[in-house]
T-cell receptor, first 117, second 114 residues
Framework: GAVVSQHPSWVICKSGTSVKIECRSL??????MFWYRQFPKQSLMLMAT?????????EQGVEKDKFLINHASLTLSTLTVTSAHPEDSSFYIC?????????????FGNGTRLTVT | AQSVTQLDSQVPVFEEAPVELRCNYS??????LFWYVQYPNQGLQLLLK??????LVESINGFEAEFNKSQTSFHLRKPSVHISDTAEYFC????????????FGTGTRLKVLA
């Protein structure tokens, strides 16, 4: 149980185009989902907290107009990288928890490797 | 604010040898503690967690971690590692109150050698 599906697993796009990444909780409802960015050999950097039915909360330094997050339902959150540039190339991971209790561990998608050429 | 420090970026160890991956945290409020494992090109999987109670917690594959409040540490140990344990290990904290978020350490790459 508690499966998080992330799609696509990898994507290559041209500079200036936009890319949408989907994160779905398959067997549970997720009021909150988290989006992380992982640089090579580095930790996960929290980009934003996605709340169902409301605006996402972005971490300091993350451009909300560039990384658009939509959490339209309890099982789906999307991250759109707008006007992508090579420096946006990275591994993006979403996560969610089936419970709102704070001690509940996160369940992660398998990540999306974005390459911008 | 919270922070997590994993001092060792890489730990090479021979198969069947013991290993300890260090994790220290800083927080002005109480936290829950987690260890996650990441295999290449995959998301993270929960290894074990400490919420309350016994300070020693164990995973199903032989790892254990001990919460030490005075030293603000949550080191991960395994008495005998296998080749299959080769992966990236992340320590994380989540606050028990306030803003709901998880903060991760920089990770430790465990490489088990034959």
């Amino acid at each position: 149980g508690a499966v998080v599906s992330q799609h696509p697993s990898w994507v290559i796009c041209k500079s200036g185009t936009s890319v949408k990444i989907e994160c779905r909780s398959l067997d549970f409802q997720a009021t909150t989902m988290f989006w992380y960015r992982q640089f090579p050999k580095q930790s996960l950097m929290l980009m934003a907290t996605s709340n169902e039915g409301s605006k996402a909360t972005y971490e300091q330094g993350v451009e909300k107009d560039k990384f658009l997050i939509n959490h339209a339902s309890l099982t789906l959150s999307t991250l759109t990288v707008t006007s992508a540039h090579p420096e946006d190339s990275s591994f993006y991971i979403c996560s969610a928890s089936p419970r709102t209790a704070r001690g509940s561990p996160l369940h992660f998608g398998n990540g999306t490797r974005l390459t911008v050429t | 604010a919270q922070s997590v420090t994993q001092l060792d970026s890489q730990v090479p160890v021979f198969e069947e040898a013991p290993v300890e991956l260090r994790c220290n945290y800083s927080s002005s409020v109480s936290v829950y503690l987690f260890w996650y494992v990441q295999y290449p090109n995959q998301g993270l999987q929960l290894l074990l967690k400490y919420l309350s109670g016994s300070t020693l917690v164990e995973s199903i594959n032989g790892f254990e971690a001990e919460f030490n409040k005075s030293q603000t540490s949550f080191h991960l140990r395994k008495p005998s590692v296998h080749i299959s344990d080769t992966a990236e290990y992340f320590c994380a904290v989540s606050t028990t109150s306030g803003t709901y978020k998880y903060i991760f350490g920089t990770g430790t790459r465990l490489k088990v050698l034959a």
